[in-house]
Protein backbone atom coordinates (compact mmCIF):
# COMPACT_ATOMS: atom_id res chain seq x y z
CA UNK A 1 0.00 0.00 0.00
CA UNK A 2 1.31 3.17 -0.48
CA UNK A 3 0.71 6.68 0.67
CA UNK A 4 -0.61 9.58 -1.65
CA UNK A 5 2.16 12.02 -1.92
CA UNK A 6 1.32 15.30 -0.29
CA UNK A 7 1.79 18.55 -2.25
CA UNK A 8 4.45 20.15 -1.01
CA UNK A 9 3.48 23.65 0.43
CA UNK A 10 5.35 26.96 -0.35
CA UNK A 11 6.09 27.14 3.37
CA UNK A 12 7.86 23.97 4.12
CA UNK A 13 10.26 25.08 0.68
CA UNK A 14 10.95 28.22 2.31
CA UNK A 15 12.14 26.30 5.87
CA UNK A 16 14.22 24.28 3.90
CA UNK A 17 16.65 26.83 1.44
CA UNK A 18 16.14 28.87 5.26
CA UNK A 19 17.88 25.85 6.88
CA UNK A 20 20.31 25.43 4.04
CA UNK A 21 21.12 28.92 3.90
CA UNK A 22 21.97 29.09 8.00
CA UNK A 23 23.97 25.84 7.45
CA UNK A 24 25.74 26.99 5.17
CA UNK A 25 26.63 29.92 6.44
CA UNK A 26 27.45 28.20 10.00
CA UNK A 27 29.92 25.99 8.45
CA UNK A 28 31.49 29.24 7.10
CA UNK A 29 31.56 30.91 10.47
CA UNK A 30 33.00 28.00 11.95
CA UNK A 31 35.79 27.74 9.01
CA UNK A 32 36.58 31.44 9.98
CA UNK A 33 37.17 30.40 13.46
CA UNK A 34 39.01 27.41 13.07
CA UNK A 35 41.41 29.36 10.62
CA UNK A 36 42.36 32.56 13.36
CA UNK A 37 42.14 31.07 16.17
CA UNK A 38 45.57 29.27 16.00
CA UNK A 39 46.76 32.51 14.92
CA UNK A 40 45.61 34.16 18.21
CA UNK A 41 46.64 31.29 19.89
CA UNK A 42 49.89 32.18 18.76
CA UNK A 43 50.74 35.67 19.86
CA UNK A 44 52.67 36.30 22.87
CA UNK A 45 50.31 37.44 25.82
CA UNK A 46 51.79 40.77 27.36
CA UNK A 47 53.87 41.25 30.43
CA UNK A 48 51.78 41.09 33.79
CA UNK A 49 52.00 44.76 34.50
CA UNK A 50 55.09 45.23 37.32
CA UNK A 51 53.67 45.49 40.87
CA UNK A 52 53.18 48.51 42.69
CA UNK A 53 56.82 48.81 45.34
CA UNK A 54 56.26 50.32 48.53
CA UNK A 55 58.77 52.06 50.70
CA UNK A 56 59.84 51.10 53.59
CA UNK A 57 61.74 52.61 56.40
CA UNK A 58 63.23 50.47 59.22
CA UNK A 59 65.07 52.51 62.03
CA UNK A 60 66.30 50.67 65.26
CA UNK A 61 68.38 52.33 68.17
CA UNK A 62 68.93 51.71 71.86
CA UNK A 63 69.13 54.10 75.10
CA UNK A 64 72.36 53.25 76.05
CA UNK A 65 75.24 53.13 73.02
CA UNK A 66 75.65 49.53 72.18
CA UNK A 67 76.36 46.48 69.09
CA UNK A 68 73.42 44.73 67.90
CA UNK A 69 72.96 41.99 65.46
CA UNK A 70 69.59 43.43 62.84
CA UNK A 71 67.73 40.96 60.84
CA UNK A 72 65.66 43.17 57.96
CA UNK A 73 63.59 42.05 54.80
CA UNK A 74 64.60 44.00 51.87
CA UNK A 75 63.26 41.78 48.94
CA UNK A 76 59.68 39.89 48.61
CA UNK A 77 59.84 36.59 49.00
CA UNK A 78 58.38 34.61 45.72
CA UNK A 79 56.24 33.11 47.96
CA UNK A 80 55.61 31.56 51.87
CA UNK A 81 57.54 28.23 50.51
CA UNK A 82 60.72 29.70 49.38
CA UNK A 83 60.83 31.29 52.50
CA UNK A 84 60.12 29.12 55.00
CA UNK A 85 62.38 26.82 53.39
CA UNK A 86 65.47 29.50 53.92
CA UNK A 87 64.36 32.95 55.64
CA UNK A 88 67.84 33.63 56.46
CA UNK A 89 67.90 33.87 52.42
CA UNK A 90 65.73 36.92 52.53
CA UNK A 91 66.94 38.21 56.08
CA UNK A 92 69.97 39.96 55.55
CA UNK A 93 72.10 40.42 58.71
CA UNK A 94 74.26 43.64 60.04
CA UNK A 95 76.19 44.58 62.85
CA UNK A 96 75.67 48.17 64.02
CA UNK A 97 76.58 50.34 66.26
CA UNK A 98 73.27 51.95 67.82
CA UNK A 99 72.71 54.53 70.94
CA UNK A 100 70.39 57.43 71.75
CA UNK A 101 71.75 59.44 69.18
CA UNK A 102 73.06 57.01 66.64
CA UNK A 103 70.45 55.36 64.54
CA UNK A 104 70.42 52.41 62.27
CA UNK A 105 68.32 53.95 59.14
CA UNK A 106 67.48 51.39 55.97
CA UNK A 107 64.95 52.43 53.26
CA UNK A 108 63.97 49.51 51.02
CA UNK A 109 61.16 48.89 48.26
CA UNK A 110 58.86 46.28 49.03
CA UNK A 111 55.60 44.89 47.29
CA UNK A 112 53.72 43.43 49.57
CA UNK A 113 54.99 44.96 53.05
CA UNK A 114 52.26 43.92 54.86
CA UNK A 115 53.41 40.29 54.53
CA UNK A 116 56.74 40.55 54.30
CA UNK A 117 58.58 43.87 55.95
CA UNK A 118 60.05 42.88 59.13
CA UNK A 119 63.05 44.29 61.20
CA UNK A 120 64.61 42.89 64.36
CA UNK A 121 67.23 43.45 66.36
CA UNK A 122 69.07 41.60 69.42
CA UNK A 123 71.66 42.46 72.09
CA UNK A 124 72.62 38.89 72.24
CA UNK A 125 73.25 37.10 75.55
CA UNK A 126 74.81 39.21 78.54
CA UNK A 127 73.82 41.15 80.97
CA UNK A 128 73.60 44.54 79.45
CA UNK A 129 69.88 45.66 78.79
CA UNK A 130 69.97 48.96 76.39
CA UNK A 131 66.21 48.98 75.43
CA UNK A 132 66.24 48.46 72.14
CA UNK A 133 63.46 50.40 69.84
CA UNK A 134 63.00 49.30 66.29
CA UNK A 135 60.32 51.70 63.59
CA UNK A 136 58.67 50.42 61.00
CA UNK A 137 57.48 53.08 58.31
CA UNK A 138 55.42 52.21 55.00
CA UNK A 139 55.06 54.79 52.23
CA UNK A 140 55.87 57.25 55.57
CA UNK A 141 53.96 56.20 57.62
CA UNK A 142 54.64 54.43 60.98
CA UNK A 143 53.12 50.89 61.19
CA UNK A 144 54.60 49.25 64.17
CA UNK A 145 57.28 49.98 66.82
CA UNK A 146 58.57 47.97 69.44
CA UNK A 147 61.20 48.57 72.62
CA UNK A 148 62.72 45.50 74.75
CA UNK A 149 65.82 45.39 76.97
CA UNK A 150 67.60 43.52 74.66
CA UNK A 151 66.09 43.45 71.51
CA UNK A 152 63.06 44.40 69.78
CA UNK A 153 60.87 42.80 66.54
CA UNK A 154 58.58 45.39 63.79
CA UNK A 155 56.32 44.05 61.76
CA UNK A 156 53.14 44.60 60.21
CA UNK A 157 52.87 40.78 60.25
CA UNK A 158 52.71 38.63 63.63
CA UNK A 159 55.59 36.19 63.07
Known amino acids: MTLPRTPRSPRRSLLRTASAAALTAAA ?25 LHNVKYTVFSEQPFY ?18 NP ?12 PDRQWNLDVQL ?17 ATPNIHCVLAVDGVVVAT ?14
Not at 40 to 50: C, D, F, G, M, Y
Not at 146 to 159: M, N, Q
Open 88 to 99: YEFSPKAKAEIG
Open 146 to 159: DVGPKGALCSIRSW
Open 28 to 52: ALATTVTTTTPAAAQEPLPPPPPPL
Open 111 to 127: ADPDQWAMVTATSGPGE
Open 68 to 85: VDIYYRDVDPPNWAAYSH
